[in-house]
Structure formats: C-alpha cells, structure tokens
C-alpha cells in the first residue's frame, strides 16, 4: 500500500485526536487528500503521507545530511538501552506522540517493540521527509510545539526525547491519567566527545538541573531511572557521531579532522528518564 494510503488509514481512525493548529478548531473531513477544519482551514497530505502544519518556515539546523548520519547512528543501536525501558511503560494500542521525532528512527525502534499508534512531529522538514521513510510504523508532520495539532485529552502518552518542552500543551493533550515521558542527559552523556573539545571551556561538562527543576515543577509525583551504557566505536560509527550531534556545531574543522578512533574508542550513554503522569 503507497504511503499515502497509509497515512490516510491512519488519521481516518484518529482523526478526533487531531485539532486546527490554526484556529485549534477540530479537523472534521478528509477528502481526498485534504484534510480540514470546521472553520475551513485545509491541508493537503504529501505523497509520502506528511502534513505540513507550519504557516511559515522555521529556521532549524538539522539538515538532511546530518539527519542522515543520525539515522545511521541511532540504526546502529545508540539509543535502543533507553528505548527499550522506555517501552516497559507503554501498552499497546494506545496513542503515542513523539515530540521532536527527528528522522523517527525512535518510533520505528519501539514499535519494533510494543505495537501502538505513533504519531511523530518535528518542526524540521527534511526530517520529516525522511521520517516518512518508517510510515508503516507512524505518521508524522511538521508542526511547532508551541501550537500543537492535537486535540485535548486525547494521548496516552507524550514522548520528549532531548527535545524543548511545552508543558501546557503537554498536559493540554494528555488524557486524564496520560504520561509524560522526558528523555534528559546526564553529565556522563557523549563526555568523552565533550572533554576533547571544550577541556577547560563552560562545555566540558553538563548539568541537568535546571531542566529537572522545571520538569518537577509541573509534575510533582513522577518516576525517574537512569540508564548508562558505552558504545564501542568504528570508523563508520565515529564518522556519524560526529556529524549528528550538535556538539560538533561550535568545533572548528581542524578539531574535528584531529579525532581518530584512537582518542575516541567510545562513547557513553547516560540519561534519566522521566515518568509524569497526568
């Protein structure tokens, strides 16, 4: 089945769950391959299944060619420690949003995982572009976060992996008893990588603590578990790592060109994640 046959499935069954980012009017109709709001506003479904809700474009610095080294990166298991405890916490057949899904190579993992409805949204074209690529096992579109398509009370569950967050419209979306799952780092996340470029520098080191802080404040009872894990690293591997993280946006090219294998056999994970319910 083409993707847009897919996606179209796919919002025909949840289409309650979808509101106008617009005038946050409910999307009552799709027609063909356009979808509109009580109040008129239409959209018109990619060939590969995508929405785009945006009114303009936003300025992001993930480009295709980064994305791809991502994609590479996570397929080869950077991210599957978390994922995997992550699903413990989700149940089948519920509706799932991934915020910030990037190329949604953590969507296609967990449904790997726990077959649910997966719903991925990132402010970056070219990533959802390529996130289109997994639509057997979500639909995605473009969308800001700070004026999400969704409609109330209508997730299971919010997933927000190393992405900005927007608490109001989190629990706006959350069904009573939902959960909000955040992804932090820690300072043991990628410090090897930090400490060969910013030794001595504000960057060499991370704190969490404001973000937890403000996670806190919005969700008084929640669970939280750390999960740490060291990637050994190949050629390949190191290539992708270092094109991928927004570390290496700051670093100069000869600083980059200077990292072999041999100063970077490995790579650490380590996060918290966070449990909220709603």
């Not at 069904?175 to 030794?199: C, M, S």
């Not at 999960?227 to 270092?242: A, K, S």
């Amino acid at each position: 089945m083409k993707k847009i046959e897919l996606a179209k499935q796919f919002l025909q069954q949840h289409l309650a769950a979808l509101q106008c980012p617009l005038c946050q009017a409910a999307l009552v109709t799709l027609a063909g391959n356009s979808l509109t709001c009580q109040s008129g506003h239409s959209f018109d479904l990619a060939k590969n299944g995508t929405l785009y809700f945006l009114q303009k474009q936003m300025k992001s610095e993930y480009t295709k060619e980064m994305l791809e080294h991502r994609r590479a990166f996570l397929q080869a298991g950077f991210f599957q420690p978390f994922l995997t405890a992550i699903a413990q916490h989700l149940t089948p057949d519920s509706l799932i949003l991934d915020v910030g899904c990037g190329e949604g190579t953590p969507i296609q993992q967990l449904n790997q995982q726990v077959a649910a409805d997966y719903i991925g949204f990132d402010i970056s074209k070219p990533a959802i572009q390529l996130a289109s690529d997994y639509n057997a096992d979500g639909w995605f579109c473009v969308a800001d976060l700070a004026r999400m398509p969704f409609a109330n009370q209508q997730l299971d569950t919010v997933l927000n992996i190393f992405s900005p967050s927007q608490y109001q419209e989190f629990k706006r979306v959350l069904k009573p008893g939902g959960q909000l799952i955040k992804v932090i780092p820690n300072a043991g996340y990628l410090h090897e990588l930090r400490e060969l470029l910013y030794q001595g520098q504000a960057k060499e080191s991370y704190d969490h603590g404001p973000v937890l802080t403000l996670f806190e404040q919005h969700f008084e009872t929640f669970e939280a578990y750390q999960v740490q894990q060291t990637m050994t690293l190949t050629e390949t591997t190191l290539t992708d790592l270092l094109a991928m993280t927004p570390l290496t946006w700051t670093a100069t090219k000869a600083q980059l060109a200077a990292i072999t294998l041999t100063q970077l056999p490995e790579i650490s994970l380590d996060v918290t994640i966070l449990v909220g319910k709603q």
